[in-house]
């Protein structure tokens, strides 16, 4: 008996000193793709995000594009990107119905950026940009311009993004735009939704029907239900992995 009052008694001066200390025995690290991650340098928002993104198979992983900034500073060292070079072509004859296009849409081409060379190097965000990383990764909007922002919504993406334009390819701007709006044959369409969790981009091309890359998985032309993309606004945005109900904007990308 003595010596059970005994252990009990270290146990309960062990945990005493923990809470004086603030120091706890469990759960201090968390995982980030194979990287211990120590909880005590991230905020409970990133904390939420990342015991969310753990939670999902390692192919819903894939698909999402947010990288929260306390993760992307611990891992990026430099960020270059180059310009994309998918095919030229029109895939189909164009419907009536579809948003009118401005000339500089690149062609819908999954060949290229489906490729096992590329894949991993693009997420939406690098797709909807036309640009490709020099590593596999997932390029977050502002990144290339140094540009930190935390808070997951539209005005801070969408800010982010312009700010990298003279980083992405051969430069871009990106203005702000409504659903039927043109410009010179050197701009193209984008549109931003957002999740709980993550963010999206889609992109119109040549054929005037809207494409999209899903993180560092395939490029595709259909949305949620396998039906082809006239409008992302209108299209169904409610994927297995994030329902993108937000809606966040059209922006107009015009190439130097």
Avoid: F
């Amino acid at each position: 008996m003595n010596m059970i009052k005994k252990i009990s008694t270290l146990l309960s001066v062990i945990l005493l000193l923990g809470i004086l200390t603030g120091t706890t025995y469990a759960n201090e690290t968390l995982n980030y793709e194979g990287t211990t991650v120590d909880k005590s340098t991230l905020s409970s928002d990133t904390i939420e995000w990342l015991e969310w993104y753990n939670a999902l198979s390692p192919g819903e992983q894939d698909c999402i594009n947010y990288v929260p900034y306390e993760l992307r500073k611990q891992s990026r060292t430099g960020v270059t990107v180059e310009e994309a070079s998918p095919e030229s072509g029109i895939r189909n004859a164009l419907r009536a119905n579809l948003l009118p296009l401005s000339g500089g849409e690149a062609a819908y081409d999954p060949s290229y950026w489906n490729h096992s060379s590329r894949i991993k190097k693009a997420n939406c965000y690098a797709y909807a940009m036309d640009v490709i990383c020099a590593t596999d990764m997932k390029l977050q909007p502002g990144e290339l311009a140094g540009s930190t922002w935390t808070a997951l919504t539209a005005s801070n993406i969408i800010n982010a993004a312009k700010k990298d334009g003279p980083y992405l390819g051969n430069g871009r701007t990106l203005v702000t735009t409504n659903a039927n709006s043109t410009s010179t044959n050197k701009s193209y369409k984008v549109a931003l939704v957002l999740g709980s969790n993550d963010y999206h981009w889609y992109v119109q091309n040549s054929d005037g029907y809207w494409s999209h890359k899903p993180g560092q998985t395939n490029a595709t032309d259909v949305d949620a239900s396998g039906n082809y993309i006239t409008d992302p606004k209108t299209c169904n945005r409610a994927y297995s992995y994030e329902n993108y109900s937000t809606w966040g904007g059209y922006l107009m990308v015009t190439r130097k």
